[in-house]
C-alpha cells in the first residue's frame, strides 16, 4: 500500500493548503505506487519560511556542541537503517542496490562528519596595528536557508546542505525533487527522531514552479541552495541576484575521472567503478572523544 507524504512544518505533518497531491512511482515497475505526495504551493511555502523563522532565534543560541550530538545520534539512526533506506533509495529513484547502499553510506559520513564541526566552529584573532585592540572573527548563523535538491541522490544530497546548516545554527526549508519525495521524507524522520526541535527543519513537497520559486522568492529566507539543471540554476541566480539574497548552486555536473601516466592503473580503475560492498549498518562510527 502506497504511503501517504505529507509535509513536515513546525514540527507537525500537514497535508498541502489546497488538498492536491502527486504521485511517485517505481521507475522500474510504473505500477508500483511508492508514495502520494503533498503538492505545495506558494501558502504552504510561507507556513515553512515562518516557522523556521520563528526558531531561528532559539536554534542560533542552542551551544553547537549540542546541535552537533543531535546530528550524531542521526548519524548512528542512518547506520542503523542503511539497508531499509538503500532499499527505497533503489525503489523510487531507480539505483542499482549498490549504488544506493552508497548514496546512503554518503549521507552517514556527511552526518558524522558535521557533528563533528560543533566542536569546530572556531574563528580567529589576529594581531591589530592599534595598541589596546583586537582584531577577531566569530561565525555565526546567517538565518534561513531555502534548500532544493535534485532525484539523483536523493539521500547523500539533502545530507550535503542540511547538516552544513544546521551545524552552524541556521534553520532550513527543504523542498526536494519531486521524483523521490518518501526518501527525502525519510531522511527528515530520522532528524526529527535524533531531537530537532519543532520549526528548525521544515519540509515542502511539490514543484519547481509553485513550491520551488516561491521559497527562493521569499522576503524571509536569507540563503538560497540549489542543485539541478543549468537552466533552473540561471533562473534562480538570477532570482536572488536582484534581491541580493546568497545563492549557492551546482548544475550540469559531468564527474570526470581524469588518470594521469604516472598513476596506478589498477588502483585507478578500482576508484572509478567503486561500489559500496560492505554490508548494511557496518559503517564504524568515529572514535569518542
Not at 510561507?46 to 523563522?53: E, I, L, M, N
Amino acid at each position: 500500500m502506497a504511503e501517504k507524504i505529507r509535509n513536515y512544518i513546525n514540527g507537525k505533518w500537514v497535508d498541502a493548503a489546497r488538498g492536491k497531491t502527486f504521485e511517485s512511482r517505481n521507475p522500474a515497475d510504473t505500477r508500483d505506487l511508492v508514495g502520494t505526495v503533498a503538492d505545495s504551493d506558494a501558502t504552504d511555502v510561507d507556513k515553512a519560511v515562518t516557522a523556521a523563522r520563528k526558531a531561528f532565534r532559539e536554534w542560533s543560541l542552542t551551544p553547537a556542541p549540542h546541535r552537533g550530538e543531535i546530528l550524531y545520534r542521526a548519524a548512528e539512526l542512518l547506520v542503523k537503517r542503511k539497508k531499509e533506506l538503500g532499499e527505497l533509495v533503489c525503489r523510487e529513484m531507480g539505483k542499482v542496490m549498490p549504488e544506493a547502499m552508497g548514496d546512503v553510506q554518503e549521507a552517514i559520513d556527511m552526518t558524522y562528519y558535521m557533528a563533528g564541526e560543533g566542536r569546530r566552529l572556531s574563528g580567529e584573532t589576529v594581531p591589530s596595528e592599534l595598541p589596546n585592540k583586537d582584531a577577531k572573527s566569530v561565525r555565526v548563523p546567517i538565518g534561513v536557508v531555502a534548500q532544493i535538491t535534485p532525484w539523483n541522490f536523493p539521500i547523500a544530497i539533502p545530507s550535503w546542505k542540511m547538516t552544513p546548516a544546521l551545524i552552524t545554527g541556521n534553520t532550513v526549508v527543504f523542498k526536494p525533487a519531486e521524483e523521490t519525495p518518501v526518501c527525502a521524507t525519510r531522511f527528515v524522520e530520522i532528524l526529527i527522531e535524533a531531537g530537532l526541535p519543532p520549526g528548525v527543519l521544515n519540509m515542502i513537497h511539490g514543484f519547481g514552479e509553485t513550491a520551488g520559486e516561491p521559497m527562493v522568492r521569499h522576503p524571509e529566507v536569507d540563503v538560497v541552495s540549489f542543485t539541478g539543471s543549468n537552466p533552473v540554476g540561471e533562473r534562480l541566480a538570477g532570482i536572488c541576484g536582484s534581491l541580493h539574497k546568497h545563492f549557492t548552486m551546482e548544475t550540469g555536473g559531468k564527474n570526470p575521472i581524469i588518470v594521469m601516466d604516472d598513476a596506478n592503473l589498477e588502483l585507478a580503475i578500482e576508484g572509478a567503478i567503486w561500489e559500496d560492498s560492505e554490508p548494511a549498518g557496518s559503517a564504524a562510527p568515529p572514535p569518542a572523544g
